[in-house]
C-alpha cells in the first residue's frame, strides 16, 4: 500500500514522504506514539516507498513484486524483528547485525524494522547501540514503540523521533467501515462500528477489540462498578479487584481506567465536556455519566487513586501481584470515602 493510504497520519506521512522524494533518508527512524495507530503499517508502508521499481508520484506502486514482497513480509532485504515472550534479546541483535553485515540483494538498502523496541532488554539495546553508532550507508533502521521513553538515552539520541498520533473517531469508522469483518467479527451493524471508535480511545487495536460486543459488554459492566465504588462495601470492592485482575487484555484495562480517572479528574475541576474537541476520547453517555458520578469524590483521593494505578500499570511485568495490588487501590477508594465521611468533609 501507498504512503498516501495511511491515514491520520497527516505529519507522519508527509515527512516520510518528502525523504523518499528527496532520498535523504536517515539511518535510523523511531516511530513513536500509542499503540494502534498505524505505526507497523507505516514502516512497511515506507519500506515500500523506497524500494518500489515503479513509483507513482514519488510514493509505492503497491504492485511491483518489491511493494508486494513487502506487504507479504517476504522481502529480502527487510528484516522484522519482534518480542518473544516480552523482550527482545542478545541472539536478536546478532541476527540483524548478520543481516546487515551483507550488501542489499535487490534494492538500495537493507532495511531493519524493530517492533515494540522499547522491549529490547539491556543487553540487547547496549548490543543495538553500538550497531547503530556505526555508519551504515545501506541500511535503515526503523525502530517503533508505544513506550519509547523507556529506551536508552543513547539510542534515542541516534534517532530521528517521527511522532505518531491517536487517531480521530472518524478515522477510526471509516477504516472499520473500509475493512472486511464478516469472517472474524460476524454481522457488524453502523451502531457496533460507532461504540468500537467510542470506546478506542484512537487507536485501531482497540476498536477491533470493541467490535466483540462481550468485550463492550465486560467494559461497560466493570466500569458501571467501578464509578460505584464510592457507594459500595468493601466486600465488593474486592469482587471488582478480582474481575480485573483475571482480565486478559491488560493494555485495555490501563487505558480504560487511566482515561476514566483522567476525565473525573477534569470534571471534579468542572472542566469536563468544555474539552469536547479533542476527537479522540472516549465519550458515551453511559461514560459521561459514571465519570460524573465518580467524580464527586474528593479531588485528593482520586489524584491517589490515578496515582496509585499508575504505579500498578508500571510495575506489572515485574512480578507485581496484580490481585493484591487492586485490592490495595480499589478498596482505598471505599475506606478512603469513609475516612472522609467520618472527617465531616462529606
Ligand atoms: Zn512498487
Redo the contacts with the bound molecule.
Keep these: 500500500m501507498p504512503l498516501a493510504d495511511l491515514y491520520g497520519q497527516t505529519l507522519a506521512r508527509e515527512r516520510l514522504l518528502n525523504m523518499v522524494v528527496r532520498n535523504r533518508v536517515p539511518q535510523t527512524l523511531l516511530f513513536a506514539g500509542p499503540e494502534g495507530v498505524g505505526k507497523n503499517l507505516a514502516a512497511r508502508m515506507f519500506a515500500?516507498a523506497l524500494?518500489?521499481?515503479?513509483?507513482v508520484d514519488g510514493d509505492?506502486?503497491?504492485?511491483?513484486p518489491?511493494?508486494i514482497q513487502i506487504e507479504r513480509k517476504l522481502y529480502p532485504d527487510m528484516l522484522i524483528v519482534t518480542a518473544e515472550k516480552q523482550q527482545i534479546k542478545i541472539g536478536q541483535v546478532a541476527e540483524i547485525r548478520e543481516f546487515i553485515s551483507f550488501a542489499p540483494l535487490v534494492g538500495e538498502r537493507r532495511i531493519v524494522i524493530i517492533e515494540d523496541a522499547h522491549k529490547l532488554n539491556n543487553v540487547a539495546a547496549n548490543a543495538l547501540l553500538k550497531t547503530l553508532e556505526e555508519p551504515f550507508p545501506t541500511v535503515l533502521f526503523i525502530l517503533l514503540s508505544h513506550r519509547h521513553s523507556l529506551l536508552l538515552a543513547t539510542i534515542l539520541s541516534r534517532c530521528l523521533l517521527l511522532p505518531f498520533v491517536s487517531l480521530h473517531k472518524a478515522v477510526v469508522v471509516e477504516i472499520l467501515e473500509g475493512l472486511e469483518l464478516a469472517s472474524e467479527y460476524g454481522e457488524i451493524t453502523a451502531a457496533g462500528i460507532a461504540d468500537a471508535a467510542a470506546w478506542s480511545g484512537g487507536s485501531m487495536g482497540r476498536a477491533l477489540f470493541f467490535l466483540r460486543e462481550e468485550n463492550l459488554l465486560w467494559f461497560s459492566d466493570f466500569i458501571g462498578k467501578f464509578s460505584r465504588l464510592p457507594q459500595a462495601t468493601l466486600s465488593q470492592a474486592l469482587d471488582l479487584a478480582e474481575m480485573a485482575a483475571q482480565f486478559k487484555e491488560r493494555e485495555v484495562l490501563f487505558f480504560i481506567m487511566r482515561s476514566f480517572l483522567h476525565d473525573t479528574l477534569l470534571a471534579a475541576r468542572g472542566l469536563y465536556g468544555s474539552m469536547r474537541e479533542d476527537d479522540m476520547r472516549i465519550e458515551t453517555p453511559f461514560w459521561s455519566e459514571a465519570v460524573l458520578a465518580f467524580a464527586a469524590l474528593p479531588e485528593s483521593l482520586l489524584m491517589s487513586i490515578r496515582h496509585r494505578l499508575s504505579a500498578v500499570e508500571k510495575a506489572q511485568g515485574i512480578n507485581v501481584n496484580l490481585r493484591l495490588a487492586f485490592d490495595a487501590v480499589f478498596s482505598s477508594i471505599v475506606t478512603g470515602r469513609d475516612k472522609i465521611q467520618l472527617a465531616g468533609v462529606l
Design positions: 515500500q524500494s518500489c521499481r515503479q513509483r509505492a506502486c503497491g504492485s511491483c518489491a511493494c
